[in-house]
């Protein structure tokens, strides 16, 4: 998607007045990159037509230029029909706070549960009890059950000739007794949309009353998705969505149909198979991926889950003020590498979406972090902080001391300087500021 939507805003650039011709020919750009990112067509008519209304009212001038103008038009309206404002679990309620998970067999309930048992743990400090109301194949109370011990929550035991509607009320129960903060309830999954199990899960949803009603999507299953999607919002008050295999669907078109078509808020994404790849969804930062313009908060979300929260804290709130110097650069490399990395990082940053494969992979090699580490090391405090001050003599100097050369060493200094010149433009700067502030 990120790819064509790009196409399309290339039409306008360099133009300095929008014309009838010309946005034409953008949305038509638009529209095809939709298509192929298997967007339902409903919601790209939908879509469009806002565009199309909007358009005309675009105010170009005051230093935008009608491609920019555009492309802050296109991102306003994604973010829009992907949900608008993030939107989180509720669990205010008399615990235990009961969250069903509903949705195709294979479409990632099980693995999500275990997901988002852990999340719940680690992030909001809750005690958590699983339960497996799918009595249709033993394999999948204990593939709940295995995963349960994996993310050390407790789990609730069950067969397969036990009921649904009575395994949770036994759960429930227990989970009273025991103080559990919150109760997840997998259900067993269906091949496709078959009245008799429809049925069945509408009458388990009444009977268990769950505060929250997840359905769980494959997001590769394309205009499939949005199908289901349907199927399922009419059948049960739902109060979310979890769409699951992201890490497999580059085109990101279930997340636009799925929104639209159910009307209710994606909560999560299943970014991956290890258990710790649950995210929790803000629709901007979505749209900014698809637009190609990077996902800079989730970047620093996920390093602030791996590593020092308070170290993080501090570059956010520095980035945000363009206070970003050398040695917290070697900070990050050194937390990079705990993490595993530039690589797994990479994708993640701005503008990293148009780099070829070929160049990354220079990169990554001209960037080898225990030489920028050791580049950095050989620097003065006073260098680190005003890097204009290295020049020719203290080049060579900081050259010998890390055993490495000139070249390396100005290569690093032209990293760091392209990074402070992107971390300083407006966009990003406001992002870091929200973070610093509200996230941290
Ligand atoms: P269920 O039938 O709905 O309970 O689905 P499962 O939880 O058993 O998942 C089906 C398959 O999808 C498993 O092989 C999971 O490992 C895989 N899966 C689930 N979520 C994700 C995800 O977010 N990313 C990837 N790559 N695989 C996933
Ligand atoms: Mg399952």
Do not use: C, W
Not at 194 to 200: F, L, P, S
Not at 368 to 396: D, V
């Amino acid at each position: 998607l990120t790819e064509r939507l790009q196409n399309s805003f290339k039409v306008l650039q360099g133009k300095n007045k929008l014309s009838e011709s010309n946005i034409k020919e953008a949305i038509r750009e638009v529209r095809r990159a939709l298509l192929e990112a298997d967007v339902a067509l409903e919601v790209i008519k939908v879509f469009l037509d806002q565009v199309q209304t909007k358009v005309l009212g675009l105010k170009v001038g005051q230093g935008l230029t009608p491609a920019q103008a555009f492309i802050k038009l296109v991102e306003i309206e994604l973010t829009e029909i992907i949900g608008g404002e993030a939107e989180s679990l509720d669990l205010k309620i008399q615990p235990p706070a009961v969250i069903m998970l509903a949705g195709l067999q294979g479409a990632g309930k099980t693995t999500s549960i275990a997901k988002l048992a852990l999340y719940l743990k680690q992030r909001e400090n809750k005690k958590v009890l699983v339960v497996s109301a799918d009595v249709y194949r033993p394999a999948a109370i204990e593939q709940l059950e295995v995963l349960a011990k994996q993310v050390e929550v407790n789990f609730f035991p069950s067969t397969i000739d036990d009921k649904p509607s009575d395994i949770v009320a036994s759960a429930k129960k227990y989970a009273q007794k025991q103080f559990f903060d919150v109760l997840l309830v997998d259900t067993a999954g269906r091949l496709h949309i078959d009245e008799q199990m429809m049925d069945e899960i509408k009458v388990l949803q009444k009977k268990v009353n769950p505060i929250e009603t997840l359905f769980v999507v494959d997001s590769m299953t394309g205009q499939d998705a949005a199908h289901t999607a349907k199927a399922f919002a009419d059948a049960l008050p739902l109060t979310g969505v979890i769409l699951t295999k992201i890490d497999g669907d580059a085109r990101g078109g279930a997340a636009l149909s799925v929104r639209h078509i159910t009307g209710k808020p994606i909560k999560f994404l299943g970014v991956g198979e290890k258990i710790d790849t649950l995210e929790p969804f803000h629709p901007e930062r979505v749209v900014s991926r698809l637009l190609g313009m990077g996902d800079v908060l989730s970047l620093v979300e996920e390093i602030s889950r791996k590593v020092d929260h308070k170290k993080v804290q501090k570059y956010t709130r520095q980035m945000a003020k363009g206070q970003f110097d050398l040695s917290d650069m070697r900070d990050q490399l050194l937390q990079m590498e705990q993490m595993g990395g530039m690589e797994a990082l990479m994708d993640k940053l701005p503008g990293m979406g148009q780099v070829p494969q070929n160049v990354k992979n220079q990169m990554i090699v001209g960037t080898e972090t225990k030489k920028m580490i050791a580049i950095i090391n050989s620097m003065t405090p006073k260098e680190r902080n005003h890097i204009k001050l290295i020049k020719g003599s203290r080049k060579m100097r900081i050259a010998n001391g890390s055993g490495t050369n000139i070249q390396v060493v100005n290569k690093l200094i032209k990293q760091f300087e392209k990074m402070q010149k992107k971390m300083s433009s407006g966009k990003i700067q406001k992002m870091m500021a929200k973070m610093a502030g509200t996230d941290g």
